[in-house]
């Protein structure tokens, strides 16, 4: 076996090649884990004091500390200390953030991303996605597919904006926002990140990973950033024959990620900077995450899957985007975002186990013409955002610091559904031939979205250190719907509906702050936000004629109105013991009305969106940080959260919904507790360890009994905890370090289901069990 000797002092160029050196070294000296990167754009703690990190979350650049709203943010360094390589592991260490997977079928087969309880998976979103200025969530429609997230890799840092956005952020930012900023061209230095990894599952198949960026001044004009990056991650279920726990296909939910992107900083003339980005995602999936109750042995982290065929997926994106910012005098910019998002996902989904179920109750049954190898569902989700975003901003003023923009945004949806029959090619489906002679039910939906906002935002200082701030955006939002359904679920022919509704909306904020003196800061606000209301596709009538005529309907609504919300939030945010202690506190209390939420048709398993009465919230969120001595650093976030029904909610035929008091949301507390210590080794040398422990309390029930859909199989999920652990070595800009995720083997669940009440046959997921692997990662 070769061995690679970097050299202790190597020269600039020397250092240039060494991250690629060190991944050609990778069988012989590397395995992975996240090496802890030191994020250059942050800026340098003092010898004893935890470090402060610079935000986005007003649209310039502050530390989070000056910021008067709840803000969580990771940096480069921080997500690679802990390990995060995608979304639910951001969600699993900041609480208030709710990441939840869908399992089953019967599902909506994407994700539900929510702040502070405020869970809908239908409609709007309620909780926007941005990778630096560009939206990118989805509106629910179709079979959905759930949002696109980037995985993390050569990101700056990481941004949970919690409470209403739309100010800034749009419509979509009703709960809050999520915000994925990507690393600037440098025109000071060289910039090269590398990180490569390798691990092992137990009971499962191994992972690795191996991505750079490099990045640097080509002149003193001009200067440009690049990185690729490519994981594997080994699956860990395994697919047996059903009925049996005999093996058939192994660790059968891999899945392959690659990452591209290309940035470019040009400054033609003083002030004016333009930069143009292009990024690219792709990630291939062989199953589902699901796994069977009652087979393997879950408590050991063996998971057994029967799932008659194969559940392939493929999510792809490009975004290319230009970024113009002119800076007309010391204290004034001009900002311009241009971008275009392009997605398409591809999924498979296998039908057998629910159609067994609807035609005889028993997920295994027999019907007749029932042809397996016919069971599949195919599902397209097209994606193309448009955006462009003009705004102008002014701080660091004495009395007024304003800014005030204008947005558009263009969004188009197409989903297809085909749907196998479940029943031998070419024979008639409820007396109705097949579409294709194979599919049972086809629906192509086409969505588009304009949005037309303007926004402005003012903090008066009419003393010193006292900041009043006054803010508004108004909303046009245009939507059309078309629905195209076909084959013998639609009685044998093409039907097209086209609906469409316009809405205007106004989102204002106050909000005032105190500057105590440097390291204290009291703030306090009232927000609104709102998600627009829209058009949806009628349930399959085929299978859901019985639950709709319980419900007094022979079909399900096609439109579903806006929401709008109400935040009352304060806070504090303080630095103690010249900076060795941080504490941010903060408090709020939600009004939400007209809430956009899916009414579940218990027997077929299918929904529709309705609105659904309103609800009172409220909540506190607490980080805090020291670091008693040097090198040694504890700190914990902590999440409160209760969302209830304030009164019964009644629908056809004076069935009751919605009961008074009924929580919405996910469980009541949620938290990340940490420790690190770092000690010199050599003068060269510090060595490290790390612990990251997450926890949720009791998660909440789908209904409550005595609602309509109240489903008594789907119970209240239990607690979750999840522990991580991490030591190594850092010197010469390279890290070193061992890990292992899941120290204790937890399989907690985190996402339930089955084909419908009453059915037997229930479907999990659960963390990935215990893994073993070591990081290599360079910074320079």
Not at 381 to 410: C, F, I, P, V
Not at 654 to 681: F, K
Request: hydrophobic share 30%; proline share 4%.
């Amino acid at each position: 076996m070769s061995e690679c000797h970097p050299r202790t002092n190597p020269s600039l160029v020397q250092r240039a090649g060494l991250a690629f050196l060190i991944l050609s070294c990778a069988p012989g000296a590397l395995v992975v884990g996240s090496a802890t990167a030191w994020a250059q754009s942050q800026p340098a703690a003092d010898a004893d004091g935890l470090t402060e990190i610079i935000v986005t979350a007003q649209r310039r650049g502050e530390s989070i500390s000056k910021v008067p709203l709840s803000v969580a943010s990771l940096s480069q360094q921080q997500m690679d200390q802990q390990g995060i390589r995608k979304i639910d592991d951001i969600a699993r260490v900041t609480p208030a953030l709710r990441f939840v997977p869908a399992s089953g079928v019967t599902s909506n087969n994407g994700s539900n991303i929510y702040i502070r309880g405020l869970s809908s998976d239908v409609g709007s979103a309620t909780t926007a996605i941005y990778i630096d200025d560009t939206p990118i969530q989805i509106r629910n429609v179709g079979y959905y597919g759930g949002n696109p997230y980037p995985k993390v890799f050569d990101l700056e840092r990481v941004e949970v904006l919690r409470g209403p956005q739309g100010t800034l952020f749009g419509a979509s930012a009703e709960g809050g926002a999520v915000r994925f900023i990507t690393p600037q061209p440098s025109f000071d230095k060289l910039e090269i990140y590398s990180r490569a990894e390798v691990a092992s599952t137990e009971n499962g198949a191994a992972s690795y990973e191996v991505g750079s960026a490099v990045g640097g001044p080509i002149s003193n004009t001009l200067a440009v950033r690049a990185s690729a990056w490519y994981q594997h991650s080994g699956g860990y279920i395994d697919q047996v024959k059903p009925g049996t726990n005999t093996v058939i296909n192994k660790d059968i939910n891999s899945s392959d990620t690659r990452e591209a992107r290309l940035s470019a900083a040009w400054k033609p003339i003083e002030g004016l900077t333009v930069t143009p980005s292009i990024y690219y995602q792709e990630e291939k999936s062989r199953a589902r995450n699901d796994y069977w109750e009652g087979y393997g042995n879950a408590s050991n982290g063996d998971y057994k899957s029967g799932v008659a065929m194969l559940e392939p997926s493929k999510d792809r994106f490009t975004m290319p985007a230009l970024a113009v910012k002119y800076e007309l005098e010391d204290n004034i910019e001009i900002i311009s975002n241009t971008s275009y998002f392009q997605r398409q996902q591809d999924q498979t989904l296998n039908y057998a186990t629910y159609f067994s179920f609807l035609r005889t109750g028993n997920p295994f049954g027999t019907y007749s013409n029932k042809d397996i190898s016919n069971t599949n569902d195919y599902l397209t989700l097209n994606q193309r955002n448009l955006t462009q975003e003009l705004r102008a901003q002014s701080y660091d003023n004495k009395y007024l610091d304003w800014t005030a923009g204008a947005y558009y945004s263009r969004t188009r949806q197409y989903f297809t559904n085909y749907t196998g029959s479940g029943r031998i090619p070419g024979v008639l489906v409820s007396g109705y031939p097949q579409y294709e002679s194979r599919y049972s039910y086809v629906n192509l939906v086409a969505a588009n979205d304009h949005q037309y906002a303007g926004y402005g935002s003012v903090d008066i200082k009419p003393i010193e250190d006292l900041k009043i701030t006054l803010a508004a955006r108004y909303t046009l939002d245009e939507f059309t719907f078309t629905d195209t359904k076909d084959g013998p679920t639609n009685a044998g022919v093409r039907t097209v509906k086209t609906v469409g509704a316009t809405e205007g909306s106004w989102t204002p904020k106050v909000g005032v702050s105190y500057q105590l003196d440097p390291d204290h800061m009291l703030y306090a606000s009232a927000t609104e936000g709102f998600r627009p209301g829209g058009a949806q596709a009628a349930v399959a009538s085929e299978f859901c004629a019985g639950d709709l005529k319980t419900l007094g309907l022979t079909s399900s609504p096609t439109g579903y109105e806006s929401d709008h919300l109400w935040s009352y939030e304060g806070g504090s945010k303080n630095k103690l013991f010249g900076g060795m202690v941080s504490l941010d506190a903060s408090g709020y209390l939600l009004k939400w009305k007209n809430i956009q939420q899916s009414i579940r048709l218990p027997t077929c398993s299918f929904s529709y969106i309705s609105n659904l009465g309103a609800a009172t919230g409220k909540g506190l969120e607490l980080s805090a940080a020291v670091r008693p001595l040097h090198g040694l650093t504890f700190g914990t976030e902590i999440g409160y959260t209760h969302i209830t029904y304030d009164e019964n909610i009644y629908g056809g035929n004076n069935l009751l919904l919605r009961a008074e008091g009924q929580r919405i949301g996910g469980p009541l507390w949620s938290g990340h507790v940490y420790g690190e210590g770092e000690i010199p080794v050599t003068e060269a040398i510090t060595g490290y360890l790390r612990a990251d422990y997450s926890f949720a309390s009791k998660n909440i029930q789908q209904a409550t009994q005595g609602t309509y859909g109240y489903d008594s199989g789907l119970y209240a999920l239990g607690a979750t905890n999840y522990l991580s652990l991490r030591a190594g070595a850092r010197f010469s800009g390279l890290d070193l370090s061992l890990f292992i995720d899941n120290v204790t083997n937890s399989n907690d669940v985190l996402s339930r289901n089955h084909d419908g009440v009453g059915g037997t046959l229930y479907y999990d997921q659960s963390y990935r069990p215990r893994t073993f692997g070591l990081t290599a990662q360079y910074r320079y």
